[in-house]
Each structure stands twice: as C-alpha cells, then as structure tokens.
C-alpha cells in the first residue's frame, strides 16, 4: 500500500509560479512511475506530467517548458514548479503512484491540491 498527500495549492495571479508537492509513505520502494495530474470543473482528469523511478521524465504539451517535475527519493517527495501559469491551469491537481507488485500493477492517488490561477 501506498498513501499519497499532496500539498502547495493556493491561488496565485497570471505569470506566477507555484511548487506543489506529494509525499508518499506505505511501500514506496515499489513505486515505478509517479504522475500529476490534474481536474477542472466539468472536464475530464488529464496528465500533466510523469517521473520514473529511473529518472525519465514526460510531460502534457500544456505543461512544457513551463513545469518541472522531480523527486526526492531520500524524502519520498515528487515536486511540480508550476511557473508562468495561465488561468487555464485552474484545477485541482492530483498526485498519483503506480506501484509494482509481482505481477500487477496498483494506482494509488491522493486527495488533490486546488490551484486558482487568477487573471
């Protein structure tokens, strides 16, 4: 089992930056991929971006070059910077695990971070 609790959100203007975390205890050396992403109102949940646990990195194209996902494996820590953000990046983000266990897979999430970019 994986708990994940996300923190950071809050409401920030246009051009602002915000840098949102998502701890994770429980069995986290089974963790492979870790994800954020993210829900507006009346819209669909979408990726934002992805980090393995070897490094590599992915990201939606609304979030290029204007987001940087890492970790800290030591603190069991995944970070999103959020800069240069746009009314449209409003949502409730969530952070999500993809955990290894023989031979399946477990998703975890974690209860979201409202982000208010405000114009």
């Known amino acids: 089992q994986v708990q994940l609790v996300e923190s950071g959100g809050g409401l920030v203007q246009a051009g602002g930056s915000l840098r949102l975390s998502c701890a994770a205890s429980?069995?986290?050396?089974?963790?492979?991929?870790m994800n954020w992403y993210r829900q507006a109102p009346g819209d669909q949940r979408e990726f934002v971006a992805a980090?393995?646990?070897?490094?590599?990195?992915d990201y939606s194209d609304s979030a290029k070059g204007r987001f940087t996902i890492s970790r800290d494996k030591l603190k069991n820590t995944m970070y999103l910077q959020m800069n240069s953000l746009k009314p449209e990046d409003t949502a409730v983000y969530y952070c999500?695990?993809?955990?290894?266990?023989?031979?399946?897979?477990?998703?975890?999430w974690g209860q979201g971070t409202q982000v208010t970019v405000s114009s």
């Open positions: 999500n695990a993809l955990a290894s266990g023989g031979w399946t897979f477990s998703d975890y």
């Open positions: 429980g069995s986290t050396s089974s963790i492979e991929v």
């Open positions: 980090i393995t646990s070897e490094g590599r990195l």
